[in-house]
T-cell receptor, first 114, second 115 residues
Framework: AQSVTQLGSHVSVSEGALVLLRCNYSSSVPPYLFWYVQYPNQGLQLLLKYTSAATLVKGINGFEAEFKKSETSFHLTKPSAHMSDAAEYFCAVTRSGGYNKLIFGAGTRLAVHP | DTEVTQTPKHLVMGMTNKKSLKCEQHMGHRAMYWYKQKAKKPPELMFVYSYEKLSINESVPSRFSPECPNSSLLNLHLHALQPEDSALYLC??????????????FGAGTRLSVL
């Protein structure tokens, strides 16, 4: 069964530093993978998606993620953090077979300090 | 436009009240979803509607009653809720439920407090 594991429930970076949020998936077939961001007291916003096309996926707000099949990873990166990037980030995978349910990771809270 | 609109933004209700949450999308999506999210947790799927028919009920208690009047609207009727039902309720929509079409867009949510 498909699942995702987000390594690190909390990540703290300095403004201007590299952001790296880790996500590993388990899937017996090529998955569809997503990153969502949730700002305080808001809903989820789709950052980017991998749907078996290019392995390097560019999203909104300067974020990108690389699908690495050999490592079963889909880590999210941003070269330079902004204060406004502080939020909860969820990695998700679509389970194939039957109903294609969206399976979320536990989430990573990103803090950005001056 | 990838907007899903939810109303109200906040709702406080007693355990004997009846209330409804509303969700609307005008993206032409044919699948709509209700999720429940507790603090510091990922969203949990409650219901899925596909082409206005209920296709998935994730063993949700009957005090939650979904309704899909048309392809753009999704309601969640609430009755005799418990304090533990207090949460953020999120609506989402996607073009469809097949693997290629299950790209979900979320609303801002309704923050529900049950007293």
């Amino acid at each position: 069964a498909q699942s995702v594991t987000q390594l690190g429930s909390h990540v703290s970076v300095s403004e201007g530093a590299l952001v790296l949020l880790r996500c590993n998936y388990s899937s017996s077939v090529p998955p569809y993978l997503f990153w969502y961001v949730q700002y305080p007291n808001q809903g989820l916003q789709l950052l980017l998606k991998y749907t078996s096309a290019a392995t390097l996926v560019k999203g909104i707000n300067g974020f990108e993620a690389e699908f690495k099949k050999s490592e079963t990873s889909f880590h999210l990166t941003k070269p330079s953090a902004h204060m406004s990037d502080a939020a909860e980030y969820f990695c998700a995978v679509t389970r194939s077979g039957g109903y294609n349910k969206l399976i979320f990771g536990a989430g990573t809270r990103l803090a950005v300090h001056p | 436009d990838t907007e899903v609109t939810q109303t109200p933004k906040h709702l406080v209700m007693g355990m004997t009240n009846k209330k409804s949450l509303k969700c609307e999308q005008h993206m032409g999506h044919r699948a709509m979803y209700w999720y429940k999210q507790k603090a510091k947790k990922p969203p949990e799927l409650m219901f899925v509607y596909s082409y206005e028919k209920l296709s998935i009920n994730e063993s949700v208690p009957s005090r939650f009653s979904p309704e899909c009047p048309n392809s753009s609207l999704l309601n969640l009727h609430l009755h005799a809720l418990q304090p533990e039902d207090s949460a953020l309720y999120l609506c989402a929509s996607s073009p469809g439920t097949s693997l290629a079409k299950n790209i979900q867009y979320f609303g801002a949510g309704t923050r529900l407090s049950v007293l």
